[in-house]
């Protein structure tokens, strides 16, 4: 549906937070009709990690494909609002239940990104990656089985989607609202074996059922995000007009955007090109000290990283003298969370440096190539719309 040069996309990936999200503020709004635009979703579009962080709760970040949207490629325009309601860790039920009935009426634009979290996302990557909660040596092979077996109920993620369009649809100006469903990208090169002997396993006491980047394990996962991304276009163009699919994962690849790429040695983290944070990456403008040395005093309920931070602390409850491979980071030991689960609150302490708090999920660069799509495909609709007028 859209497509674009190597180059432009490789330019995209390596723009910097400072850039990536910002035009001069005299840039004219390309769509003066787009006056009420809103997002909902998860992690993805939420943005986690990327930019500035722009509130607590929800983990929502300046460098999200919303926000660019909204701050820079929608253009200057004081009379237009925006709802940035996406929240991490949230489901397509949760969205349906919490994001939508907040939304207003009459909207213009509507993003959308669901459906990740339905399928078991984080428990494959602590069970097949990083391994926070040192479980047993076929607990990857379980966590995949587990979300394949979601995926092949296509019904149920199917019936999840049009629910969450068909209840987005009510938002909408009827005569002329869009929304952009975007889908997700593969994480993986599989190009060759040369990450095969590559873990990041984070606790060193685990040697013996370390977990790595092999190939199959790659190509699994790949395999898994792309079924979803199928049920995800199916739904939307069984919806008929006014939904739109946004499918980035051709231009991540072809900008050798994800781990793992041919000939390239992993751990990489700062590449340019990387689409996604690993471990230890750190972007143009932060504070490497501060990611690597420095824990939170806690992260949301219901987050994507609680979901981690549960890990850590089952682990360490389990083996209190057990510690992290220095080169992969530390834990925080000077609080006395972990016999009490960590949790305060509507809170659980974070045990681990802040760097971790976005693995696997898209940097800048790749927040800026998912809103170029849809600022591409508004512009390709408002051509069409104006060759349709001049030939009546």
């Not at 999200?21 to 998860?42: E, H, K, M, N």
């Not at 009827?174 to 040369?194: K, N, R």
């Not at 682990?315 to 992969?328: I, M």
Request: hydrophobic share 35%; charged share 25%.
């Amino acid at each position: 549906m859209l497509s674009s040069t190597y180059s432009e996309v490789a330019l995209a990936l390596s723009l910097t937070p400072a850039y990536a999200g910002q035009v001069p503020l005299s840039t004219p709004a390309p769509f003066p009709w787009l006056r009420r635009f809103a997002s909902i979703g998860d992690s993805y579009s939420a943005g986690i990690g990327s930019g500035d962080r722009l509130d607590w709760s929800c983990s929502r970040y300046a460098s999200s494909y919303p926000n660019i949207l909204h701050t820079s490629l929608l253009g200057a325009d004081a009379s237009r609002t925006h709802q940035f309601l996406a929240c991490s860790g949230a489901t397509s039920a949760e969205i349906l239940e919490k994001q939508i009935p907040a939304l207003s009426d009459g909207l213009d634009l509507l993003t959308i990104s669901a459906g990740g979290n339905d399928i078991g996302l984080s428990p494959i990557l602590s069970n097949c990656v990083y391994q926070f909660y040192a479980s047993g040596e076929d607990a990857c092979q379980t966590s995949m089985q587990e979300a394949k077996d979601r995926i092949a109920n296509e019904t149920q993620l199917y019936h999840d989607v049009t629910k969450l369009i068909e209840a987005a649809r009510l938002k909408m100006n009827s005569e002329y609202g869009i929304i952009y469903y975007t889908g997700y990208a593969t994480f993986f090169g599989t190009d060759d074996e040369l990450c095969d002997n590559v873990t990041w396993a984070v606790w060193r006491n685990i040697e013996r059922n370390k977990q790595y980047l092999k190939l199959s394990m790659r190509k699994e996962l790949n395999d898994m995000v792309r079924s979803v991304n199928a049920i995800i276009r199916k739904a939307v163009l069984a919806t008929g007009r006014g939904v739109r699919f946004v499918d980035f994962d051709p231009r991540i690849e072809a900008a050798r955007g994800r781990y793992c790429e041919a000939n390239i040695k992993e751990p990489n983290p700062n590449r340019p090109d990387l689409a996604f944070y690993e471990w230890d990456t750190v972007d143009q403008g932060e504070n490497r000290t501060a990611l690597q040395n420095y824990t939170g005093d806690g992260v949301p309920r219901g987050s994507f990283e609680e979901e981690i931070a549960e890990e850590i602390n089952k682990t360490l409850q389990e083996h209190p003298a057990w510690s992290f491979d220095p080169e992969k980071g530390f834990v925080n030991r000077t609080k006395d969370s972990v016999t009490q689960e960590g949790i305060v609150g509507d809170t659980i302490h974070w045990l681990i440096p802040d760097s971790y708090k976005r693995v696997f999920h898209l940097r800048p660069g790749g927040h800026r190539v998912v809103a170029r799509m849809v600022f591409e495909d508004l512009e390709s609709l408002e051509k069409d719309k104006v060759g349709e007028a001049m030939e009546l």
